[in-house]
């Protein structure tokens, strides 16, 4: 997780080369793409794990007397709303406009943080209501998967804020626009494993 | 390319390369460090050959360590009723040698060959992203110190490199032995997965003008089949070694039968990983005979397209074999026939690179110097190897080798007949090229055949003993059951141990061999095989910034054909020399080259992994002391450029001794 947070690093080992390079993306997006690429079969053994046990609740609660849908849904939409957000943040990146681009990254970070709220809400909810993380291999791989997945949007903020501190304070090595752009690959990334996720989970009954 | 070139000015002037001097802090939290002499040298460099060298170091490091425990396994089993070890550290032993050898020798070593020659074959200065390469490095040191440390806390794992469940929970295996292996695999893991998506940019991003994929060397083809294996293999033992931790630590049941769980999610997890893993560790050798063979049979390799598509076809492949390591758990008649057929299929692309180096050799003119003679052993065990692996293809004899010495026998023909004798080759075909000196020829054909000899004793019994039924991971045998006459396993368990002694000599002569051309061995000339490829189109060992001037690329085999043309007759002849090529580079040399700057924090980011989970094991605080370094080492890095910033280059100023001016041409 926190190799995240090292390619907002990366973003700047080579900007120079990006000119010239073999296949015309630069070497930091080519690098991330790859990062994500990995992260995909991450999620992959996480989701197939969940998928193989979510029917097998022992004597723990059963998904469907434990989940808020509605509730979860709300987040879910925040989250989805932050991508936009972020989107507005790459956008004014490259027009060169930093107060649009520091105000939608805090934006897109305080949106990210009423998701993970949210999931600590959740989280404890269930845990009053006995779905501890060994209650069950339910429990056990449901916190795991939207656990790591809650991780993965926390190191996001971090990258966010500390990119929004370094931009203000004009201690961006590199260029500044491809670093939020690639933030922003990255938030993208972790919210289109939560439409996945949040479908296996929620919506689809066990 | 991290390199920053100024103008080149039109008047001829000596090429400058310099490491910065001013140690500004412009950017970062603290000065960068400029030192360029002494251990600082190698501790904070970013540089591609050091770093080359350094994983080589560390793999020849462990593959003693691993060497070790292998020797005191066969002597543990050479004669009936073993009393070397124990049951219970015989099960340690026969771990971690698995575990060192494939994780912290084959692996790191492959990496240490791709680190030094991928940027030299495709003709850039340095890697794409020289930080996170030198972080994979360390990352890759202190998980494998990590894992090795528990021999002194308690014991090491003992559940096999495969740590089956439910053999790995805390029933079985109450030590901390099997959390210091998952933790110290996570933080090698770590090291792959930067090492992979670092050498899959450098290879895609960073080739030298006109070098077209289908131009660049066999070896950088298969390094990057293996990094792309790598990058999707290494997540899926990610969440397989996170799930083990959460079960040993936190009370989850994720393979815990009786909490109606599945085992075999654990085998599908590892497997998935595993079996991609076998071919990580066979393609770079694959890659480095496949240079060797074509420049001492003095001849082209044959069918080039052919080994470049097999090669990529068993990475394809190489993901739909997974289930054949387990025929055995009842995966049903379905699974079983589709993973007998792609296990089948599978040996078509290996056959085809088979048929592509004897065919190179095919009226050649073979010139038989030790790595030309590792190279062929490895067609020829390999074969051994892989037929014996067709022999697991087929499912029903399969499940009876299951678990035999058969088994230990085919994939010791794989990766010791190939992966390990592929690595021999490369070693003595480009010793000049790293360090300038030639290796010992007359002792390298010792450690060759002693290396062969050994081998085929250790391993070559192996079958008979399998078949007769000896299972793997047994501790001891005993006479009375040994059986008689040809099949008495008591003999061919002697003749085995007799074997890896042998294996032992081989090994031992090739650091002799490493000695004796440290101290006194003969200075290699600028091109001593007549070489085809990039690599060679530089001093010997490199210069620092590699090339003088990147050259621009004709021809697959670039360096061959800069030293040799066709004449009327369609016969080559040479047209230039070595020597005349360098210097033809030379004359058109850019000035300044600035390369990438060494850094403090790679080491200080890897540093703080073995810390946060040594305290995982034993204390929180520690975890959280080794996150706050993780987290310092990242904003340290995040804040720091990768290449000093052009104020820190200084002209050179005579009398100042603190820049490291060279002076070409």
Known sequence: MWFTLDNLATAHDTHEGAAHSSTGLSNVKLGMWLFLGTECLLFGGLISTYMLYRGRVGTGPRPSQVFDIPFTSVSSFVLLMSSLTMVLAVSAAHKRDDRSTNLWLVITALLGTTFVGGQVYEFTAFYNEGMGFSTSLFSSSFFVLTGFHGVHVTVGIIMLLALRGMLKNNKVPGSRSETVEMIGLYWHFVDIVWIIIFTLIYLIPA | ?665
């Open chain 2, 1 to 665: 390319m991290a390199i920053i070139e100024r103008p080149v000015s039109l008047e001829v002037q000596p090429l400058i390369v310099v490491a910065p001097a001013t140690p500004s802090s412009a950017m970062g939290a603290v000065k960068r460090p400029v030192v360029t002499k002494g251990w600082r040298q190698w501790v904070f460099t970013v540089d591609h050959k050091k770093l080359g060298l350094m994983y080589m170091a560390t793999a020849m490091f462990f593959f003693l360590v691993g060497g070790i425990e292998a020797v005191l396994i066969r002597l543990q089993l050479a004669l009936p009723d073993g009393k070397i070890l124990n049951a219970d550290l015989y099960n340690q032993m026969f771990t971690m040698h698995a575990t060192t050898m494939v994780f912290l020798f084959v692996m790191p070593m492959a990496a240490g060959f791709a680190n030094y020659f991928i940027p030299l074959q495709i003709g850039a200065r340095d890697v794409a992203f020289p930080r996170i390469n030198a972080f994979g490095f360390w990352a890759l040191l202190f998980g494998g110190l990590f894992i090795n440390l528990s021999w002194f806390l308690g014991g090491a794992a003992d559940g096999g490199w495969f740590m089956y469940a439910p053999n790995s929970g805390p029933i079985f295996s109450p030590s901390h032995g099997v959390d210091f292996w998952t933790f110290g695999l996570q933080i090698a893991g770590i090291a792959s997965l930067t090492g992979a998506i670092n050498l899959i940019v450098t290879v895609l991003n960073m080739r030298a003008p006109g070098m077209k994929l289908m131009r660049m060397p066999i070896f950088t083809w298969m390094i990057l089949v293996v990094q792309f294996l790598l990058a999707f293999a290494v997540p899926v033992i990610t969440v397989a070694l996170f799930l083990l931790s959460f079960q040993r630590n936190f009370g989850a049941t994720f393979f815990d039968v009786a909490a109606g769980a599945d085992p075999l999610l654990w085998q599908h997890l590892f497997w998935i990983f595993g079996h991609p893993e076998v071919y990580i560790l066979i393609l770079p050798s694959f890659g480095i005979i496949s240079e060797v063979l074509p420049v001492f049979s003095r001849k082209p390799l044959f069918g080039y397209p052919f080994v470049v598509f097999s090669g990529a076809a068993i990475g394809f492949v190489g993901w739909g074999v997974w289930a054949h390591h387990m025929f055995a758990s009842g995966l049903g008649p379905v699974s079983v026939a589709v993973f007998s057929i792609s296990t089948m299929a599978i040996a078509v692309p290996t056959g085809v690179k088979i048929v592509n180096w004897t065919l190179t050799l095919w009226g050649g003119k073979l010139w038989f110097t030790t790595a030309m003679k590792f190279s062929i052993g490895l067609i020829v065990l390999f074969t051994i190897g892989g037929l014996s692996g067709v022999t697991h293809a087929v499912a029903p004899s399969d499940t009876q080798q299951t678990d035999t010495y058969y088994i230990v026998a085919h994939f010791h023909y794989v990766l010791f007949g190939g992966a390990v004798l592929g690595l021999f080759s490369g070693f003595y075909y480009w010793w000049p090229k790293m360090f300038g000196k030639m290796l010992n020829e007359k002792l390298g054909t010792w450690n060759f055949w002693f290396m062969v000899v050994g081998m085929n004793l250790t391993f070559g019994p192996m079958h008979i003993l399998g078949l007769q039924g000896q299972p793997r991971r047994m501790y001891q045998w005993t006479e009375n059951r040994a059986g008689e006459g040809f099949f008495n396993l008591g003999f061919w368990n002697l003749i085995a141990s007799i074997g890896s002694l042998v294996l032992v000599v081989g090994v031992f002569l090739f650091l002799v061999n490493i000695y004796i051309t440290a101290r006194n061995g003969k200075v290699a000339p600028l091109d001593p095989w007549g070489a085809r490829s990039l690599e060679w189109m530089t001093s010997n060992p490199p210069k620092e910034h590699n090339f003088d001037s990147i050259p621009t690329v004709h021809h697959l085999d670039e360096f061959f054909h800069r030293k040799y043309a066709e004449d009327a007759n369609g016969q080559m002849q040479q047209v230039a020399t070595a020597e005349q090529v360098l210097k033809q580079l030379e004359d058109n040399a850019d000035a300044h080259i600035h390369m990438p700057s060494p850094s403090y924090w790679p080491i200080i980011l890897a540093f703080g992994l073995p810390v946060t989970c040594l305290g995982l094991i034993y204390s929180i605080p520690l975890a959280i002391f080794g996150g706050l370094i993780i987290l310092m080492g990242t904003f340290g890095w995040a804040l720091e450029p990768s290449t000093a910033p052009d104020s820190d280059f200084d002209p050179p100023s005579s009398g100042d001794t603190s820049k490291d001016v060279v002076h070409v041409g």
